[in-house]
């Protein structure tokens, strides 16, 4: 079955302290990534999306991610956070073959200044 | 920028009662969804429709849950008879017909607790 498994439910970090939150997948063939942050109170605001290509992609706010099919992973970068980082963090997998996101269960993070 | 409006923003139901919880997605968009979240737990999709009909839905929109564009600009859900674990916030999302990069965009969400 496919599924997205974010290993880490909560991280904490200093601000300016590098990122990286983790997201792995199991899918027979290469879907389609994408990372979502929602913020409290807030709806589900689009990263960045891995469709094909460059398997390093740029997002909005800094962020970043790396597609490495080897690991099925698809995991998320940040090399200095900022205190309105703090949010929860998706990771999501739009297979080819089905209209819907599979979500992760989520990174909650926590930026200490 | 356009954006996908949900309202209410919060709405509180007694059990058993029915919702409707409304959506206007993106102008050019053709394909709509609705997901939920149960606090604490995560996103789920819960259907897709496209063209005036459901195209996927998931084991959890079972007969109390139903979908319509009554206009040219709304999408809404409608659950027909709420239970307490219905209580969740709801998303729902749009996206162009190309399928090829292009992400849904999802709406800020309804709160919808039932009591």
């Known amino acids: 079955a496919q599924s997205v498994t974010q290993p880490d439910i909560h991280i904490t970090v200093s601000e300016g302290a590098s990122l990286e939150l983790r997201c792995n997948y199991s899918y027979g063939a290469t879907p389609y990534l994408f990372w979502y942050v929602q913020s409290p109170g807030q709806g589900l605001q689009l990263l960045l999306k891995?469709?094909?290509?460059?398997?390093l992609v740029q997002g909005i706010k800094g962020f970043e991610a790396e597609f490495k099919r080897s690991q099925s992973s698809f995991n998320l970068r940040k090399p200095s956070v900022h205190w309105s980082d703090a949010a929860e963090y998706f990771c999501?997998?739009?297979?080819?073959?089905?209209?819907?996101?599979?979500f992760g269960t989520g990174t909650r993070l926590q930026v200490f200044p | 920028e356009p954006e996908v409006t949900q309202t209410p923003s919060h709405q509180v139901t007694q059990m058993g009662q029915e919702v409707i919880l409304r959506c206007v997605p993106i102008s050019n968009h053709l394909y709509f969804y609705w997901y939920r979240q149960i606090l604490g737990q995560k996103v789920e999709f819960l259907v897709s429709f496209y063209n005036n009909e459901i195209s996927e839905k998931s084991e959890i929109f079972d007969d109390q849950f139903s979908v319509e564009r009554p206009d040219g600009s709304n999408f809404t859900l409608k659950i027909r008879s709420t239970k307490l674990e219905d209580s969740a916030m709801y998303f729902c999302?749009?996206?162009?017909?190309?399928?090829?990069?292009?992400?849904?965009?999802f709406g800020q969400g309804t709160r919808l607790t039932v009591v």
């Open positions: 999501a997998v739009g297979p080819y073959n089905t209209d819907k996101l599979i």
């Open positions: 999302a749009s996206r162009t017909p190309d399928r090829q990069n292009t992400e849904a965009f």
């Open positions: 891995y469709f094909s290509g460059d398997t």
